[in-house]
């Protein structure tokens, strides 16, 4: 069980190379257009659980002059973001560390809310949803992107890249995570009594044969560098001889011109009531 700031538990990513670099690569234009669509010049947005802030920075451009607070709970993503912003020269963009169970806002000053890949560890939200609720000014703006894992597509049953995200999702169950939640995102919303605006769902897909290489190889290092892999073969979900094999099968899959996969989000858009 997690604790009120959720210090307790287990982050199933890590901050391997490979975990960060797969943050890295994300950006608001890829990852948050549905959100970007909402948003206006001067409007205050939290980012909860921000990562190395490479989506944070983009939310940050579009509402220029308004301020974008990217929280997360580890601090060498906090000083990624903070180089990041400034790299960029923004002026609107700050990085604070934090816990999504104590948000450092005062009740109702927000105007919008965001997250990606975030809820998707806590089984039990409503300390979430509760904190996200009394920092949002009346009326304000949510939207949170989440992965289901269990709605993803493979070309085969015996995909490598099935088979990881099998661990994957294993993990995050075993972590008190929800590694489906996409498809429960409206109704944990709406029973939460946020105002249902927009809900879609979304395939991640590597398109074109370098986009595929380049997502092989960082699923390959993943793999290598991850504890969540360690922790399975200790715990036998998989044998020492498969953990090995993986590396292999990935390379062999990549260039398969018929491999194919794409990774499921729901993508959700709601309010919070406007007389809260
Ligand atoms: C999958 S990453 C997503 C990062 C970023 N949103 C993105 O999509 O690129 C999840 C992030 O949540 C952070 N995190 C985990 N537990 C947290 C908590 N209790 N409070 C705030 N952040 C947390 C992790 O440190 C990690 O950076």
């Known amino acids: 069980m997690a604790g009120k700031d959720g210090a307790d538990r287990v982050y199933v990513f890590g901050y391997s190379p490979a975990a960060v670099g797969m943050m890295e690569n994300r950006s608001a234009e890829g990852n948050a257009r549905f959100f970007l669509d909402h948003l206006k010049p001067g409007m205050s947005v939290l980012d909860m659980g921000c990562g190395p ?76 949803l509760g904190e996200i609720k009394r920092v949002l000014k009346p009326g304000g703006l949510i939207g949170f992107r989440e992965i289901d894992i269990g709605a993803s597509l ?44 927009s809900a879609a769902a979304a395939y991640n897909c590597a398109t074109t044969p370098e986009a595929k290489a380049g997502m092989y190889e960082m699923m390959a290092q993943l793999w290598k560098q991850s504890e969540f892999v360690a922790r399975a073969e200790s715990d036998g979900w998989i044998s020492p001889s498969a953990r090995r094999a993986m590396t292999d099968r990935l390379e062999q899959e990549a260039g398969d011109p018929g491999s194919f996969s794409g990774t499921t989000y729901a993508e959700v858009v709601a309010y919070s009531p406007a007389t809260a």
């Open 154 to 197: 493979f070309h085969s049953e015996t995909s490598a890249i099935r088979d990881v995200m099998t661990i994957l999702r294993r993990s995050i169950l075993h972590n008190d995570g929800n590694p489906d939640i996409g498809r429960a995102l409206p109704r944990l919303l709406a029973d939460a009594g946020f105002n249902i605006r």
């Open 53 to 128: 802030g490479s989506i944070t920075v983009g939310i940050a451009a579009a509402v220029a002059p308004g301020e974008v607070v990217g929280i997360d709970i580890e601090p060498s993503q906090i000083m990624l973001g903070r180089d990041r912003a400034a790299s960029l020269g923004l002026q609107n963009c700050r990085f604070e560390t934090g816990s999504v169970y104590d948000l450092p806002f005062g009740d109702r000053t927000v105007d919008a809310v965001f997250g990606h890949t975030i809820l998707m560890q806590f089984r039990d939200l409503d300390p979430v």
